[in-house]
């Protein structure tokens, strides 16, 4: 189905079908969906799936007129269940991409390896630095001067994929980790729609070695880009 501000993918075929999985806020899921809506992604949300029933995630997808479905952690007896579970309700929407967008789950092997080289996420610190939890905080009790975000391939290592655009910011005087992830988030909705462009218009893959390709180069390291300069919002803080 083609909607309002559907564009054509690589070499004009139809928009890449896209599934998110969030838990929570679902900002990213927005700047994807604000992307789209605009002409300037080619891809089709065809479902958001949820792990908790209460993810202001969900409120966005419905006002955006995409499906979405709940599937609680809470009902499974183990993660293997769940991600069983998981791959087979995402299968039947035959997605080119499956985009992790604050889906705070640990994935097993299986389920990965289900959407191998189809899975993208991003993550609040710049990785290799802080993966798993509380990256904000740990960035400022380790004095950090600079902090980011990055997107990788989803491989078995929690957060150790292939890294793939990074995004940097200062840590100012008087952050706290509440103003440093605010002043992060806004830079994942700068990446996070661009990775998943190039990926959606056949730019990105991961090479058969499990190495990141863009434009049919090995990426030996993520993209970056700059820091930005402070708003005044943090100047006035
Ligand atoms: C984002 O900061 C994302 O990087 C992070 O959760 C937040 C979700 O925000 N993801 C992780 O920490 C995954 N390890 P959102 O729901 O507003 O997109």
Redesign the pocket.
Known sequence: MTRPGDVAGRDGAAPLPVAVL????????QALIDAQQAGELPIDIRVVVSNRGDAF?LTRAERAGIQTRVLSHREFPTRSAYDAALALLLGGFEPGLVV?????RILTPELVASFHGRML????SLLPRYP??H?HQRALDAGDTEHG?TVHFVTDEL?GGPGLLQARVPVLPGDDAERL?AR??AQ?HRIYPLAVHWFATGRLCLGADGQAMLDGAPLTAPVQIDAVAPTPADRAG
């Not at 969030?22 to 899921?29: A, E, F, P, T």
């Not at 992790?100 to 705070?104: E, I, R, S, V």
């Not at 996420?121 to 609040?124: A, D, K, L, S």
């Open positions: 969030i838990s929570g806020d679902g900002s990213n899921l995630g992790l967008a604050g889906f705070m996420n991003i993550h609040p798993g939890l990256t975000a957060d992830a992060v988030l994942e």
